[in-house]
């Protein structure tokens, strides 16, 4: 059984009051041209018509809003109760993949005033890989810059890439392809800095000691988290938009970026002075993982890290 089967039901005297005013908008209207009307013409025809108006727009309003209010009503208690407590928690949005969800991050960040955070594995569905970037890729890292000629504080947390080889099997990737994409991203954030000396400090950049299992990118107003499933990547996984100082921004802020970002042992910061980050890069690309094996097994790809490396030192 319907909870208002009428108009009348949900606003009770609404439609009488507006068929009223069309009512006397007519009849004075009408009254216009009779003879009695006199002087009072122009008076007539103007108060009429805005009755008769403001009549007929209050009648499709009424009937209009009736509908959608029924629509409502209609639903079952459990789903109005279910979206009250996903909008309650702080989720704005759910999408398919991360694609939708930077879009409206990347507006964020054009009108942050605070800081960016950051927090991913390689950033290669972001902004590329090393100095190449497309469509999306090269906005967000347009923003990016911008936000740093602002003054923002911009703070990155990778993986460190003696442990990403726990990604890739799963990723079905080659041994030392994820690696390679952290070092080359690193190489463009460290050229970034070098670019903009004045503003190097801003950006921040550490290595955190495993793989992710959630890739966060957050304002102060906004957050998009995106998890890692075993077997996919985050990219092409559903994400969730939260609104800045809801209960799960702050949950996810604390506990997937904040104490990582703090707590001592976990991380290896890189170094804001441009020749000591570059030493570090370098020793990274020698480096052995978890396993006890080169970082980056491939002899080729090695040394084209090295000359990536040695351009921008140059």
Same mark, same amino acid.
């Not at 108060?47 to 309003?61: R, T």
């Not at 100082?245 to 604390?254: D, H, L, Q």
């Given at each position: 059984?319907?909870?208002?089967?009428?108009?009348?039901?949900?606003?009770?005297?609404?439609?009488?009051?507006?068929?009223?005013?069309?009512?006397?908008?007519?009849? #004075? @209207?009408?009254?216009?041209?009779? !003879?009695? *009307? =006199?002087?009072?013409?122009? $008076?007539?025809?103007?108060?009429? &018509?805005?009755?008769?108006?403001?009549?007929?727009?209050?009648?499709?309003?009424?009937?209009?809003?009736?509908?959608?209010?029924?629509?409502?009503?209609?639903?079952?208690?459990?789903? #109005? @109760?279910?979206?009250?407590?996903? !909008?309650? *928690? =702080?989720?704005?949005?759910? $999408?398919?993949?991360?694609?939708? &969800?930077?879009?409206?991050?990347?507006?964020?960040?054009?009108?942050?005033?605070?800081?960016?955070?950051?927090?991913?594995?390689?950033?290669?569905?972001?902004?590329?890989?090393?100095?190449?970037?497309?469509?999306?890729?090269?906005?967000?890292?347009?923003?990016?810059?911008?936000?740093?000629?602002?003054?923002?504080?911009?703070?990155?947390?990778?993986?460190?890439?003696?442990?990403?080889?726990?990604?890739?099997?799963?990723?079905?990737?080659?041994?030392?392809?994820?690696?390679?994409?952290?070092?080359?991203?690193?190489?463009?954030?460290?050229?970034?800095?070098?670019?903009?000396?004045?503003?190097?400090?801003?950006?921040?950049?550490?290595?955190?000691?495993?793989t992710p299992t959630i890739f966060l990118l957050a304002t102060s107003k906004?957050?998009?988290?995106?998890?890692?499933?075993?077997?996919?990547?985050?990219?092409?996984?559903?994400?969730?938009?939260?609104?800045?100082?809801?209960?799960?921004?702050?949950?996810?802020?604390?506990?997937?970026?904040?104490?990582?970002?703090?707590?001592?042992?976990?991380?290896?910061?890189?170094?804001?002075?441009?020749?000591?980050?570059?030493?570090?890069?370098?020793?990274?690309?020698?480096?052995?993982?978890?396993?006890?094996?080169?970082?980056?097994p491939d002899k080729e790809k090695k040394q084209r890290l090295l000359n990536?490396?040695?351009?921008?030192?140059?």
């Open positions: 059984m319907k909870p208002f089967s009428k108009s009348s039901d949900i606003f009770p005297g609404g439609i009488a009051f507006n068929v009223l005013l069309i009512i006397l908008g007519s009849v #004075i @209207s009408l009254f216009a041209f009779t !003879r009695e *009307a =006199g002087k009072l013409v122009g $008076y007539c025809e103007a108060f009429g &018509s805005a009755l008769f108006v403001a009549g007929f727009v209050g009648f499709l309003n009424v009937r209009l809003l009736s509908k959608e209010v029924n629509r409502i009503v209609e639903e079952p208690f459990e789903n #109005i @109760s279910f979206i009250h407590t996903i !909008r309650g *928690a =702080g989720i704005e949005n759910i $999408y398919r993949n991360r694609v939708r &969800s930077i879009e409206e991050m990347i507006k964020s960040m054009d009108i942050e005033e605070q800081e960016i955070i950051i927090v991913g594995c390689s950033l290669k569905g972001l902004i590329g890989v090393g100095f190449d970037a497309i469509g999306e890729q090269s906005k967000f890292r347009e923003g990016i810059v911008h936000a740093l000629k602002k003054n923002i504080g911009i703070n990155i947390l990778l993986t460190d890439p003696r442990y990403a080889c726990f990604r890739a099997v799963q990723e079905a990737r080659n041994v030392g392809d994820i690696e390679a994409e952290i070092i080359e991203n690193l190489l463009y954030f460290i050229r970034l800095r070098y670019q903009n000396p004045r503003k190097a400090s801003n950006l921040k950049i550490k290595l955190f000691h495993g906004l957050m998009v988290i995106n998890p890692y499933p075993y077997f996919s990547t985050a990219f092409g996984s559903f994400s969730f938009e939260l609104w800045g100082g809801s209960e799960m921004y702050k949950a996810y802020y604390y506990s997937h970026y904040s104490r990582a970002w703090t707590t001592p042992g976990t991380t290896t910061d890189i170094s804001n002075e441009f020749t000591s980050a570059c030493v570090q890069i370098k020793a990274l690309i020698e480096e052995v993982n978890q396993h006890n094996l080169p970082v980056i990536m490396l040695k351009e921008i030192e140059k």
